[in-house]
């Protein structure tokens, strides 16, 4: 069965500053690997994805995470902080089956002005 | 774009209350999830369906059945409600057809109160 680890259920950083939220992945087949961005009382938002290919996926917000095979990590990244991207993280797996994806415990980032 | 709407944002509701959380897609997506959301424990899959009438029971079901009489409609139902079904009820839907990747849409979320 898969599962994913957040590490860090809180995370500070100041304005500008670099932002790095871990993540990281068991799972027994290729995974296919999501991060979804939540803002208060909203529903979740597709932040980017790994399915197959090139390793280092851009995402919206200027947003990238890089798959790790051998180190079993997705790491979310994202060169300088915005005050708008407070919000809760979260990274989520999949084997590709019917019953949707496995989500870590999430990540909220506050953003220090 | 996908849309996934959750006829209801916010509930407050009684102890043994019955509660209908209704869930509509408009991609004739085949999968619909419902997913329970509470501070420190992340998504909790409760119930999911990948076909009309069909439905299996996902981490944590008890307490929660699930109705899917359309393809594009999945209510959650809460027969009797407790205190501690307090919680952000998430509905997400997928398409299992081409590649499939696992991507879920979401909806909005339903935050329940109960008292």
């Known amino acids: 069965a898969q599962s994913v680890t957040q590490l860090g259920s809180h995370v500070s950083v100041s304005e500008g500053a670099l932002v790095l939220l871990r993540c990281n992945y068991s799972s027994s087949v290729p995974p296919y690997l999501f991060w979804y961005v939540q803002y208060p009382n909203q529903g979740l938002q597709l932040l980017l994805k790994y399915t197959t290919g090139a390793t280092l996926v851009k995402g919206i917000n200027g947003f990238e995470a890089e798959f790790k095979k051998s180190e079993t990590s997705f790491h979310l990244t994202k060169p300088s902080a915005h005050m708008s991207d407070a919000a809760e993280y979260f990274c989520?797996?999949?084997?590709?089956?019917?019953?949707?994806?496995?989500f870590g415990k999430g990540t909220h980032l506050i953003i220090q002005p | 774009d996908v849309k996934v709407t959750q006829s209801s944002r916010y509930l407050v509701k009684r102890t043994g209350e019955k509660v209908f959380l209704e869930c509509v897609q408009d991609m004739d997506h085949e999968n619909m999830f419902w997913y329970r959301q509470d501070p420190g424990l992340g998504l909790r899959l409760i119930y999911f369906?990948?076909?009309?009438?069909?439905?299996e029971k996902g981490d944590i079901p008890e307490g929660y059945s699930v109705s899917r009489e359309k393809k594009e409609r999945f209510s959650l139902i809460l027969e009797s409600a407790s205190t501690n079904q307090t919680s952000m009820y998430l509905c997400?839907?997928?398409?299992?057809?081409?590649?499939?990747?696992?991507?879920?849409?979401f909806g909005e979320g339903s935050r329940l109160t109960v008292l």
């Open positions: 997400a839907s997928h398409s299992p057809a081409g590649i499939n990747t696992g991507e879920l849409f």
């Open positions: 369906s990948y076909d009309v009438k069909m439905k």
């Open positions: 989520a797996v999949s084997e590709g089956g019917a019953d949707g994806l496995t």
